[in-house]
């Protein structure tokens, strides 16, 4: 018998994936860039079992088993066996996955990610596969390519039409720019979505931004990223980081019928941070959003706790401190100043809007937990 347990990080996108070329080899149309995040915070956790004893395959998620026959996971499995030394007799074994995450999938961010990323990172340690893995994440879920590494990560579309050249690099590790934090605010919201799949199908058979957005824009976009983050420019990663993502979701209007992600509290915070900045005088924080409502917010550590004073003020919440803040320790929040309520004509929602709050930080890449 052999067993390995792994761990791998989510993702958050500043140039957003949103688009496929080959729907089954999950190859996108533009590169794409992500700060993975703090495994300490939030993760994905995959432990693999093979035997010659087990009678059958098995796929258990967050305590649910599912078809082990599913075309994402059999595309990765084949592809991990491919690169898999033939006489390493455990190869032939049938193996049972457990998956889970250690965060709500309320939460709405990208679980498949990190699922993906720790399944494939946790096969490729249990077959003993050397070298580059990401292409395989991919073909599980596009973004989880990107959690195969640590740091700030870009994902290269490649020209390839099989794709062994759609696939991750770091542009620099996770202690490079060790101020960056992110604030994670789960919106309330019960609506169902379409899932970034089915989403970006739409987007790429109906819209016509999109082709604009692919081949024009986001190339642009993605050098000035990388230059953004290497020079560890605030002010040119935070324009990049909200234009991006607002480009993302005029293009799932754009779509037809439109796919509307936001909600009005995406909405309401995108404005604040844009009254923020307007009142900080320069960028200070950057929002970012996903395939559904949620809005997470890149800022440097320093400004935190400024802007969870205005956040908590514009959205209170009678939730207890402890279940409201999740992730990392945060500086003690003040009541807001009276002069920025009047200056910036500041007026408080009904209670209850957001959900809670995840604090977190870039972090590494996958490892191994507990090899036994
Ligand atoms: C909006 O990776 O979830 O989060 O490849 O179909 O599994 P599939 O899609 P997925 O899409 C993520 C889209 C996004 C933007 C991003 O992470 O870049």
């Not at 490079?176 to 790429?204: C, F, Q």
């Not at 993302?248 to 019928?257: K, Q, R, V, W």
């Not at 009276?338 to 604090?359: F, T, W």
Request: with cysteine.
């Amino acid at each position: 018998m052999k067993m390995i347990t792994c761990i791998a990080p989510i993702n958050m996108a500043v140039i957003k994936y949103w688009g496929k070329r080959d729907e089954e080899l999950i190859l996108p149309i533009n590169d794409s860039i992500s700060a993975s995040l703090s495994t300490d915070v939030m993760c994905a956790k995959t432990t693999i079992v093979t035997s010659a004893l087990l009678k059958e395959n098995k796929f258990w998620l967050n305590g649910q088993e599912q078809s082990f026959d599913s075309p994402r996971l059999t595309n990765c499995l084949r592809a991990i066996k491919k690169r898999a030394d033939e006489k390493l007799p455990h190869l032939h074994w049938n193996i049972s996955i457990c998956s889970e995450n250690n965060f709500p999938t309320a939460a709405g961010l990208a679980s498949s990610a990190a699922g993906y990323a720790c399944l494939v990172y946790a096969l490729a340690q249990l077959y003993n596969i050397e070298g580059e893995i990401s292409n395989i994440a991919r073909q599980g879920s596009g973004s989880a390519c990107r959690s195969i590494y640590g740091g700030w990560v870009r994902w290269h579309k490649g020209n390839s039409p099989v794709g062994e050249d759609s696939l991750a690099k770091q542009i620099v590790p996770a202690d490079h720019w060790p101020e960056m934090r992110l604030l994670v605010l789960v919106v309330n919201d019960t609506k169902k979505k379409y899932s970034s799949a089915k989403g970006m199908a739409i987007t790429t058979l109906t819209s016509s931004l999109i082709k604009y957005r692919a081949n024009e824009i986001v190339p642009r976009r993605i050098e000035a990223m990388e230059q953004a983050i290497l020079n560890k420019n605030f002010q040119s990663f935070a324009e990049l980081t909200m234009k991006d993502s607002n480009s993302m979701h005029a293009c799932c209007l754009d779509s037809f019928p439109p796919i509307a992600y936001m909600n009005e509290v995406s909405h309401s915070i995108i404005q604040l941070v844009h009254l923020y900045n307007d009142y900080k005088k320069e960028l200070t924080v950057a929002y970012t959003v996903d395939a559904g409502p949620n809005t997470c917010i890149y800022l440097l550590e320093s400004e935190v706790e400024d802007f969870l004073s205005i956040v908590n003020f514009v959205f209170p919440n009678n939730v207890d401190d402890n279940e409201y803040y999740r992730g990392l320790k945060l500086p003690s929040i003040r009541p807001l100043d009276e002069s920025i309520v009047k200056d910036l004509n500041l007026s408080a929602n009904k209670e209850g809007l957001l959900k809670y709050i995840i604090y977190t930080k870039v972090g590494e890449g996958p490892r191994v937990l507990d090899d036994s």
